[in-house]
């Protein structure tokens, strides 16, 4: 579908901002609860559980792997400092701890996650878990193959939290790769 231009310097009416703000927990609702969820749930009945899962992590891994060249690209680096800049405890989507920085390890404890909440909430925790956080240490290792994550349970799967720590692998015999 293309974009209408208009040729006078007022925007299209599309693009107007809508009248009515909406908080992260609406757009949240709208976007996941009322429409992706149901659109797995009936492709789910169509080709089968197991296959919706496997999809859905490929999907979370090719947009991993996207996000990880734009913003690699976007902040010219590829080093801890990206998941420190977007796993930070201003982040308006996760409720979050750091509980240890340094030059080689970032890990970070969220005890509040809206894509957890949407999911499990929606009884759909199962495909959350595939299409949200199965992109997670992939992401890690796109940003920068000596860069990996551990990860301790999480929300999703009905954890108290979720326990992510970065960390640049350290070879075995001679010094800390520079990132």
């Not at 982040?91 to 750091?98: A, F, G, H, K």
């Not at 509040?112 to 199962?126: K, M, T």
Request: contains cysteine; charged residues 25%; hydrophobic residues 35%.
């Amino acid at each position: 579908m293309g974009k209408v231009q208009n040729s006078s310097s007022e925007s299209h009416k599309f693009d107007n901002l809508m009248k009515q703000p909406l908080t992260f927990r609406e757009y949240f609702g709208v976007e996941f609860t009322s429409q992706f969820i149901p659109y797995l749930r009936l492709l789910e009945k169509e080709i089968g559980h197991d296959k919706v899962i496997q999809s859905l992590q490929q999907l979370s891994i090719q947009e991993a792997e996207e996000y990880a060249r734009e913003v690699t690209e976007a902040r010219g680096k590829n080093d801890l400092s990206i998941f420190k800049e977007n796993y930070n405890p201003s982040t308006p989507t996760l409720t979050l701890e750091v509980l240890e920085d340094t030059e080689d390890v970032y890990c970070i404890q969220i005890t509040e996650c809206l894509w957890a909440d949407c999911f499990r909430q929606a009884n759909a925790a199962d495909l959350g878990l595939a299409a949200v956080c199965s992109g997670d240490a992939p992401f890690a290792r796109f940003v920068n193959p000596q860069i990996d994550l551990d990860i301790e349970g999480t929300l999703m799967e009905g954890k108290p939290y979720c326990k992510l720590r970065y960390y640049v692998k350290k070879r075995a015999s001679g010094p800390t790769p520079t990132l």
